[in-house]
């Protein structure tokens, strides 16, 4: 993974000629125009077209009409692009994802199998799941299991084994074969009607993730329907920072326009927010929880954690994301990519955008620059392994590669708060 920098347009300023703080404001310009807020158009754009192609399905089932195998196929690849941006945007769940709670609502794990059945055998709340004109279903989505929205409900639906489902297992009365759904069976047209509407809430939030950094300037469609979405679910579905009104991007951006413009100080604490509040939590999260949790609890080393929430909670062996469509390693890279992405400036490029914050430790600190570019390295490079050569996460969560990649990834957030620290001083 080389690095280097791009050319700089002649407008804008070399990085030598620049103060620090101008810098700084520069490469907090191309984080958010180029990387968070591209990173969310996509990801709505393909959450999008995701509901529609479920939704057909639906339609197909329930009106007894057969599926066909590249129909669920095209679900499916639908379902992991949508998921590649999701994953790539974790680096900075510090803004809406985390202020309005759309990351738990979109993104929880493991499936409480045994409530879905028992709620889709609940005639008034599966006829409440199947009209998702408007927005009275999303009361009904919010009245399932938390972990059962979103993505990985979907997922359950369609794929199993690391596999696209079969097509006919989607048909209407085909009866689910795992075994959570014993006493309580449930059919492809079910499945079919519950995925709909989940897929329509998932539409929803990530609209909102998107509307929220852009303002306005996001997708007008997409405006209108988040702005339909808050009038019915106000608490749900607000787009601003409390503070001040502004959009996240807006908010961001506004750092010495004056007094309450933008809730962040100095430039250096927007970074600050950037590294410590984004990249470092993740590292955490994919170190300690993602990979964490299932490697000790198979290695005889579980402990007992505080959740989100405060509870204390022990290392479940079964928290395992993505385990249907065996996505894991490929979500934690992602997730990594993340950080490269809000590092480089850019969205999966091999080099870093002149106005980035690995350009500006390049220019003022070569020495940490080349430490947390090699501790970037190390962590994707070991990741890559893994999807390679013990994929999937969820029949080797105890392996011994899982230890080294968490190795490297609290190296990776050792090197990250390294050159945080060194920012903030100088």
């Known amino acids: 993974m080389a690095t280097g920098f791009t050319a700089c347009s002649e407008e804008e300023p070399a990085p030598d000629t620049m103060s620090k703080d101008e810098a700084l404001a520069a490469l907090t310009h191309t984080y958010v125009n180029d990387v968070v807020t591209k990173t969310y158009t996509n990801l709505a754009n393909e959450a999008e077209v ?12 329930l009106a007894g009409e057969a ?37 738990p609502s979109i993104d929880s794990w493991p499936l409480d199998l045994d409530a879905l059945a028992k709620d889709l055998n609940d005639k ?26 979103g993505f990985h409900g979907i ?64 997708n ?17 579905f607000e787009t601003t920072v409390k503070a001040n009104g502004l959009s996240f991007g807006e908010n961001m951006l506004s750092v010495g326009k004056g007094n309450g413009v933008s809730n962040y100080g100095t430039w250096k604490k927007v970074v600050e927010e950037i590294i410590e509040g984004g990249c470092i939590t993740i590292c955490g999260e994919v170190s300690d929880q993602k990979m964490g949790q299932a490697y000790r609890a198979t290695t005889g080393q579980a402990k007992t954690h505080k959740d989100d929430d405060g509870n204390l909670v022990t290392d479940d062996p079964n928290y395992i994301e993505s385990p249907y469509s065996y996505n894991s390693f490929t979500d934690f890279y992602g997730n990594i990519m993340s950080i490269q992405n809000a590092l480089y400036g850019n969205l999966n490029q091999s080099s870093y955008s002149s106005s980035s914050i690995m350009a500006y430790l390049a220019t003022y600190n ?12 190390a962590a994707l490079d070991q990741l890559q392994y893994c999807q390679k050569n013990i994929n999937p996460f969820v029949k080797n969560r105890s392996h011994q590669q899982v230890k080294i990649a968490m190795d490297k990834i609290d190296e990776l957030s050792k090197a990250l708060g390294e050159a945080n620290t060194w920012i903030l001083k100088n």
């Open 50 to 61: 995701l509901f529609n192609e479920i939704s057909a399905l639906k339609k197909k089932s």
């Open 67 to 103: 599926i066909t195998q590249k129909e669920v196929d095209d679900v499916c690849a639908t379902y992991k692009r949508a998921r590649a941006h999701w994953e790539e945007s974790e680096a900075w769940l510090y803004g809406p994802a985390k202020d309005f709670e759309i990351d």
């Open 124 to 149: 008034g709340k599966l006829a409440d799941l199947s009209n998702v004109e408007g927005t009275a279903f999303i009361e009904a989505v919010n009245n399932l299991s938390e972990a059962n929205r």
């Open 155 to 218: 997922e359950f639906v369609f794929f199993r084994d690391g596999q696209p489902r079969k097509a006919a297992e989607l048909a209407k009365d085909f009866v689910e074969t795992d075994e959570a759904f014993n006493a309580n069976p449930v059919t492809g047209g079910m499945e079919l009607t519950f995925t709909t509407a989940a897929a329509a809430y998932l539409r929803d939030r990530c609209f909102q993730l998107e509307v929220s950094w852009l303002g306005n300037k996001a």
């Open 220 to 236: 007008a469609a997409h405006v209108a329907r988040v702005a339909e979405c808050f009038k019915a679910y106000p608490d749900q």
């Open 366 to 377: 070569p020495e940490l620059a080349n430490n947390l570019q090699a501790k970037l390295k």
